[in-house]
């Protein structure tokens, strides 16, 4: 084990596995779980955690210091990359979509980037469509200098391996198989690596955030697409009286942007009959809460 892989190990361990008993207002017949991966680290949790830990490992092992990636101005992911580079003492590097955001008080997100040690670079909207190109990654690295470029939203086969990982602690700490395991779905690293490692009794279902096609299924999971409330970061007054009244029923934190969403739908479909009888489903909280909106505290 290198020095890398004994931070990382001390930094974060698995993340409990937590029963709700009577989760919703109006009862219903599952016996439902939440894995708090909310929980994996103060600030650099859930599947953000999970996708940079193999990330940051290849990084050590090619002999990169500095980690770059891409985001807006409220991304999750800029968010934990900065605080993971802070943590391990690695240079982060963030390019911002929106060069009109450089001349504008930074917000509480991108300010937090910043006293974290990431370096910002605002690049135009029409700039930002090109990072994934290799002319435009070039760029940057004639710019910035040698760096292990990570992609928006971190979502790489690097991220799937650690997201993948989520379903065997699943597993040993319920001592069976669940028949339903559901996640949020942004870019889809996670219900990726939650597909890639079910067991054949599982049904993985994921809950897009935002406006995406259906998946395709020999990909190994289920598209909820019915639960975007109007697409990403959207919401209605219905969503989030369902988030205060569940988290005071509950006690745990949620956010507007995809894990509220997922639980309203997990709700819902429940009320609805979709689920059998008695079927055992997990709700894994992917972290972000960072993003939860204020307007939660008000009643």
């Known amino acids: 084990m290198n020095e890398l892989d004994r931070q990382l190990s001390a930094l974060v361990s698995n993340s409990p596995v937590q029963c ?118 070039a760029e940057l690295k004639t710019q910035f200098g040698p760096c292990y470029i990570l992609p928006e939203g971190g979502t790489n086969d690097l991220a799937i391996r650690g997201t993948a990982e989520i379903m065997p602690e699943l597993l040993m700490q319920l001592g069976y198989i669940p028949d339903y395991v559901c996640c949020p779905v942004g870019t889809g690293g996670t219900v990726l690596g939650l597909a890639k490692s079910a067991l054949p009794e599982t049904q993985v279902l994921g809950f897009t955030a935002l406006k995406i096609p259906v998946a395709n299924p020999s990909e190994g999971w289920l598209s909820m697409a019915d639960y975007d409330f109007g697409g990403y970061a959207k919401t209605t007054p219905a969503l989030l009286d369902f988030i205060r009244e569940f988290e005071q029923r509950n006690k745990v934190l949620l956010e507007q942007v995809y894990t509220g969403k997922m639980l309203y739908g997990i709700y819902d479909l429940a009320r609805k009959g979709y689920f059998p009888d008695n079927t055992t489903v997990v709700a894994v909280h992917t972290g972000g809460l960072q993003g939860r909106s204020l307007v939660l505290d008000k009643v």
Not at 26 to 43: N, T, Y
Not at 80 to 106: C, F, S, Y
Not at 107 to 126: D, E, I, K, P, Y
């Open 20 to 137: 709700l008993d009577n989760p919703f207002s109006e009862p219903v017949s599952i016996r439902l779980f939440i894995k708090r991966d909310d929980l994996l680290h103060p600030i650099v949790s859930g599947n953000k955690w999970r996708k940079l830990k193999y990330n940051l490992l290849a990084a050590y092992q090619q002999g990169y210091t500095t980690l770059l990636t891409f985001g807006g101005a409220y991304s999750n992911h800029l968010y934990a990359t900065a605080a993971a580079g802070q943590a391990l003492n690695v240079k982060t590097i963030g390019i911002v979509r929106g060069d009109e955001l450089a001349h504008t008080p930074l917000n509480s997100t991108l300010a937090f980037c910043q006293s974290c040690g990431m370096h910002l670079h605002f690049v135009s909207r029409t700039a930002y469509r090109r990072k994934d190109t290799p002319e435009f990654l």
